[in-house]
């Protein structure tokens, strides 16, 4: 069975940080890209970033280009998303995901986390 745990999240001013964190276990993702989405009320869930697990290539959607890092901890099978600068409209639930189905991009991975809630007040 394969778990995913994300943790982290929660209220900050903006301009404010967090971290987020996801714990994979279960199976080696060594092999397999793991990203971070989010999905705002109403809205679709968007892309924010994804890690090669070997090497460590990263790729980020625009909007977060320069504020967030995703990066990851092989030894802990753990992802993480640093986020600074925040804004209001970065406010969403944030979603670890793993093994892509078609692409990093598009929110078809196998496996999801539950996703952990992030509020940034103005």
């Known amino acids: 069975q394969v778990q995913l745990v994300e943790s982290g999240g929660g209220l900050v001013q903006a301009g404010g940080s967090l971290r987020l964190s996801c714990a994979a276990s279960g199976r080696t993702f060594s092999r397999f890209p793991m990203g971070w989405f989010r999905q705002a009320p109403g809205k679709e869930r968007e892309f924010v970033a994804v890690?090669?697990?070997?090497?460590?290539?990263?790729y980020y959607a625009d909007s977060v280009k320069g504020r967030f890092t995703i990066s990851r901890d092989n030894a802990q099978n753990t992802v993480y998303l640093q986020m600074n600068s925040l804004k209001p409209e970065d406010t969403a639930v944030y979603y670890c995901a793993a093994d892509p189905v078609n692409g990093v991009v598009l929110p078809r991975y196998n496996y999801w986390g539950k996703g952990t809630q992030v509020t940034v007040s103005s």
């Open positions: 890690i090669k697990w070997s090497g460590g290539s990263t």
